[in-house]
T-cell receptor
Framework: GEDVEQSLFLSVREGDSSVINCTYTDSSSTYLYWYKQEPGAGLQLLTY?????DMKQDQRLTVLLNKKDKHLSLRIADTQTGDSAIYFC????????????FGRGTSLIVHP | EPEVTQTPSHQVTQMGQEVILRCVPISNHLYFYWYRQILGQKVEFLVS????????KSEIFDDQFSVERPDGSNFTLKIRSTKLEDSAMYFC??????????????FGPGTRLTVT
């Protein structure tokens, strides 16, 4: 089955850019998601990209997809302390119920 | 903004006991889901539910698990005879539909289940 991997921790200074990386194994994955989980809250869908796209930008967020290497990244520009959270990469295939397969989550720590 | 709620936030139970985890999905959503995350592990899909029946389930969702929508608002996950390895964070989610444009899943804050 699908396997999604991401590093567990990332520490950045406020104002710097953060890049969270994710790799997946199933090349037929069609939808690739980034979720954010703040302490005590549920998973919030931040953004997603289709497999026929290379890049998607949404304000401070940039998603890059390298389909050949099955590599997905989330760049957060001008990282703020409020961005401190766990970020989950998830992928899903089209057809059926589009149930995403999640990675373990990357804990982003932003320090002043 | 509407949100998915879950109760309790933390449940402690003894091995072999039955537990019911409760969720109130967003009111106009039609698809409901349960996921779990064992500490340090990945978020894993358990089951999806639509039109009062299970639409998809994972191999984790064995006979000790069941789901129900007992009324128009609640969606429950029952674990019949809990095991130590059932200790995890359980997330409920709901969506309007599936696929692009309607399949965005909204997650609740989770219930931490501790089996002793």
């Amino acid at each position: 089955g699908e396997d999604v991997e991401q590093s567990l921790f990332l520490s950045v200074r406020e104002g710097d850019s953060s890049v969270i990386n994710c790799t997946y194994t199933d090349s037929s994955s069609t939808y690739l998601y980034w979720y954010k989980q703040e302490p005590g809250a549920g998973l919030q869908l931040l953004t997603y990209i289709f497999s026929n796209m290379d890049m998607k930008q949404d304000q401070r967020l940039t998603v890059l997809l390298n389909k050949k290497d099955k590599h997905l990244s989330l760049r957060i520009a001008d990282t703020q302390t409020g961005d401190s959270a766990i970020y989950f990469c998830a992928v899903a295939k089209s057809g059926g119920s589009y149930i995403p397969t999640f990675g373990r989550g990357t804990s982003l720590i932003v320090h002043p | 903004e509407p949100e998915v709620t879950q109760t309790p936030s933390h449940q402690v139970t003894q091995m072999g006991q039955e537990v019911i985890l409760r969720c109130v999905p967003i009111s106009n959503h039609l698809y409901f889901y349960w996921y779990r995350q064992i500490l340090g592990q990945k978020v894993e899909f358990l089951v999806s539910f639509y039109n009062n029946e299970i639409s998809e389930k994972s191999e984790i969702f064995d006979d000790q698990f069941s789901v129900e929508r007992p009324d128009g608002s609640n969606f429950t996950l029952k674990i019949r005879s809990t095991k130590l390895e059932d200790s995890a964070m359980y997330f409920c989610a709901s969506s309007v539909g599936t696929g692009v444009g309607s399949g965005e899943q909204y997650f609740g804050p989770g219930t931490r289940l501790t089996v002793t």
